[in-house]
């Protein structure tokens, strides 16, 4: 994360809730639409897009290079979402079951795909850029 050499890592840490609430006080998609194009830039809104483009796939317990094959995201990438979904804050997974898109196993076989995929060197493999 940048830091901000006037500010505080308290500082920091507020305006890092302060934008949490913000996001949190929005009603709808729509709004959350609107106040993410204001905030970030189109490749950072891609990134993000990209990320949990993939939750779903890895929830089916799909191999990296498939998910690569049908969404064009790196392998790198879905690797650091298969790594959060099975050691992370628990975001990825709470938003997804949430959204009714999310298997009971999805947590497990994202484990086990990352394991399989660093096991067999997948996860070094093919790590071709997004184009677009």
């Not at 934008?19 to 929005?26: D, G, K, N």
Request: net charge positive; hydrophobic share 40%; proline share 3%.
């Amino acid at each position: 994360m940048k830091t901000h050499r006037s500010l505080t890592p308290r500082q920091e840490a507020l305006a890092e809730r302060n934008l949490y609430a913000a996001i949190a006080a929005l009603r709808n998609a729509e709004e959350v639409r609107a106040f993410f194009r204001d905030l970030c830039t189109p490749a950072e809104l891609q990134a993000m897009a990209d990320r949990w483009s993939v939750v779903h796939y890895l929830g089916r317990g799909m191999p990296y290079r498939e998910i690569h094959s049908l969404t064009g995201v790196s392998v790198t990438t879905i690797g650091r979402v298969a790594r959060f979904l099975a050691a992370g804050n628990g975001g990825y997974g709470l938003a997804a079951q949430r959204l009714g898109k999310w298997h009971l196993h999805a947590a497990r076989a994202a484990r086990a795909a990352a394991a399989d995929n660093a096991l067999s060197g997948n996860g070094n493999a093919q790590r071709t850029p997004r184009h677009g």
